[in-house]
């Protein structure tokens, strides 16, 4: 009776199954779980040869949670945790005399981009352009070296 090669057979490829699952299981909990801190600039800016203009004043929502609203002025950069790559932000244009609404802007936005590199322009955002993202001017790829002021004698020291 080979009873034994079937059954192990079978609980080998069960317990590959299940190493495969957790596998995909931890990949998708990394990418819904992961954080980014995502620069939101409300400056005049220029993207793809457009001029946009800054918003004077508004309130920002991101995915509808109003307790984490913040406000946003002209010339503006903030910096903002979001946990996950799909987003939903709401712009809130607001005259800064009366409080009153002017309009608001929704808009998706998905993080599939280096988020120290580029910023989110809020600009372009509020006049509906396509292209919402322009490059961080304080962002460098390479490590930026100080030299001292006074060298030491004979150069660098050797090791």
Not at 38 to 47: L, Q, R, Y
Not at 123 to 140: D, F, G, K, Q, V
């Amino acid at each position: 009776m080979k009873i034994g090669g079937a059954v192990s057979a079978r609980r080998f490829v069960i317990r590959v199954l299940v190493v495969a699952a957790l596998v995909a299981l931890a990949v998708s909990m990394y990418k819904i779980g992961r954080e980014f801190d995502v620069i939101m600039d409300n400056e005049s800016v220029v993207i793809d040869g457009a001029d946009y203009a800054a918003m004077d004043y508004g309130t920002i929502i991101i995915d509808g949670d109003e307790r984490r609203a913040f406000d946003m002025w002209a010339d503006d950069r903030v910096i903002k945790k979001m946990v996950g790559a799909n987003h939903r932000m709401t712009i809130n244009v607001i005259n800064e005399d009366d409080d009153s609404l002017i309009r608001t802007i929704e808009r998706n936005i998905t993080i599939d981009f280096n988020t120290r590199a580029e910023m989110l322009s809020i600009s372009a955002m509020t006049n509906e352009a396509e292209n919402i993202r322009t490059p961080n001017p304080l962002y460098s790829p390479e490590p930026v070296i100080i030299p001292d002021d006074n060298p030491p004698e004979g150069g660098i020291p050797t090791l």
